[in-house]
């Protein structure tokens, strides 16, 4: 069975970085794309970033020049570095990837880390 596991989300100061991992484990053939979403109270969850195997990425406007998807394939695993953090990057953040598992390929999403901008 596939799982996505992250970590790395906290509490820090406007202005801050945090860097989130999320490493997938189980049985598969490889890892089509992931990426980064995130779901703030009373809002609809959002694309933050992806990439997908061949390194093209994909940013949401409001993150740009800020925030760096980035990809260990060795270690199946997915980093998302967010400098400059503000108030309104408060959410919960979730890891979502495309694996293949033989010919076909399925989504799977991780837990969720909560990341928790202040002032």
């Known amino acids: 069975q596939v799982q996505l596991v992250e970590s790395g989300g906290g509490l820090v100061q406007a202005g801050g970085s945090l860097r989130l991992s999320c490493a997938a484990s189980g049985r598969f053939s490889g890892i089509n794309a992931m990426g980064w979403y995130r779901q703030a109270p009373g809002n609809q969850r959002e694309l933050v970033a992806r990439?997908?195997?061949?390194?093209?990425?994909e940013y949401a406007d409001s993150v740009k020049g800020r925030f760096t998807i980035s990809r260990d394939n060795a270690k199946n695993t997915a980093y998302l570095q967010m400098n400059s953090l503000k108030l309104e990057d408060t959410a919960a953040y979730y890891c979502?990837?495309?694996?293949?598992?033989?010919?076909?390929?399925?989504?799977?999403w991780g837990q969720g880390t909560q990341v928790t901008v202040s002032s």
């Open positions: 979502a990837a495309n694996i293949r598992t033989g010919i076909l390929s399925y989504d799977y």
């Open positions: 990439i997908i195997s061949r390194g093209t990425t």
